[in-house]
């Protein structure tokens, strides 16, 4: 079992930045895609960005140029650096990781989540 916690949400006005951490704890054998998602109110979860295991990284196109994630596999750790923010931003963001033991069986993940609110 993998234990996934977020961190770093806020309230900040437009214009301002956040940088968000999920870090990932228990038994851990590898990672296989990890990402960060999104959910607004009302609205479904959605991809925000995602990086493989090679350390290519997407991103949603709203978020492109704003956004950046990044990991620290040593720390078991990711992170999305958010900035510009912008109102239409504010959710709760949560992070996902694909893990298994073999490189064949992969796991889903997700942590508790962590509310931005960006205010115009």
């Known amino acids: 079992q993998v234990q996934l916690v977020e961190s770093g949400g806020g309230l900040v006005q437009a214009g301002g930045s956040l940088k968000l951490s999920c870090v990932a704890s228990?038994?851990?054998?590898?990672?296989?895609?990890m990402g960060w998602y999104r959910q607004a109110p009302g609205k479904q979860r959605e991809l925000v960005a995602t990086i493989n295991p090679g350390g290519m990284t997407h991103y949603v196109d709203s978020v492109k140029g704003r956004f950046t994630l990044s990991r620290d596999l040593a720390k078991n750790t990711m992170y999305l650096q958010m900035n510009s923010l912008k109102p239409e931003d504010t959710a709760v963001y949560y992070c996902h990781v694909d893990e298994g033991p073999d490189g064949m069986n992969w796991y889903k993940y997700w942590g508790q989540g962590t509310q931005v609110t960006v205010s115009s």
């Open positions: 228990g038994r851990i054998f590898r990672f296989n895609e």
